[in-house]
């Protein structure tokens, strides 16, 4: 079954120190993967996404993550985090193949971050 | 509107009564979902449209759960009966096809008395 799994459910790191963020996924094809940041009140906003081709994607707000197939992972990273990152992070995986083909998104259960100053 | 909105932002309600959830997607926007957002949880998804039609509905709980998008726009989501359990943040999305990545609501956060 698909599944994502996000290992931490909150991380602390202090102002301009380097973050990365876990995801891992179970999905029976090449996975089309997103990261989305989600800030107390607010909807969730995309920070990148995976399709295809080059394995480090750029996103957002400095954020980048790393397709790794080998390891069914797709970790976020920045490196040097700032106050106004604090929020919760969520992974999700897309389910673009099969007969449904419906782009429904399948989420971990999400990281909070904090920031400490 | 630039983006996606939802209304009401708040509803409270009793146990046992129905509530409507209403969702205004992106002008030109065909594809549209719904997910449901627990406490300490991610977004699981409900339902999703392609035009006016509910194409993948398997992530509806039970059948006090519905919902419709008439004129393949605004949708409403639909929930009678309600339950304690169904106390949630409701969110809503929309992409421009069922391959484009999706722009989300503020959500909806229904609270069952």
């Known amino acids: 079954a698909q599944s994502v799994t996000q290992p931490d459910i909150h991380i602390t790191v202090s102002e301009g120190a380097s973050l990365e963020l876990r995801c891992n996924y179970s999905y029976g094809a090449t996975p089309y993967l997103f990261w989305y940041v989600q800030s107390p009140g607010q909807g969730l906003q995309l920070l990148l996404k995976?399709?295809?081709?080059?394995?480090l994607v750029q996103g957002i707000k400095g954020f980048e993550a790393e397709f790794k197939r080998s390891q069914s992972s797709f970790n976020l990273r920045k490196p040097s985090v700032h106050w106004s990152d604090a929020a919760e992070y969520f992974c999700?995986?897309?389910?673009?193949?099969?007969?449904?083909?419906?782009?429904?998104?399948?989420f971990g259960q999400g990281t909070t971050l904090q920031v400490k100053p | 509107g630039a983006g996606v909105s939802q209304t009401p932002s708040n509803k409270v309600t009793e146990k046992g009564k129905y509530v409507e959830l209403r969702c205004d997607p992106i002008?030109?926007?065909?594809?549209l979902y719904w997910y449901r957002q627990s406490l300490g949880q991610g977004p699981e998804f409900l339902i999703y449209f392609q035009g006016t039609g509910a194409a993948d509905d398997s992530g509806l709980p039970n059948d006090r759960f519905f919902a419709v998008r008439p004129e393949g726009s605004v949708s409403t989501l639909k929930i009678q009966r309600t339950e304690r359990g169904d106390s949630a943040v409701y969110l809503c999305?929309?992409?421009?096809?069922?391959?484009?990545?999706?722009?989300f609501g503020p959500g909806t956060r229904l609270t069952v008395l």
């Open positions: 995976y399709f295809s081709g080059d394995t």
């Open positions: 999305a929309s992409s421009l096809t069922a391959a484009g990545w999706q722009f």
């Open positions: 002008s030109g926007h065909t594809a």
């Open positions: 999700a995986v897309g389910d673009y193949h099969g007969s449904s083909n419906t782009g429904k998104l399948i």
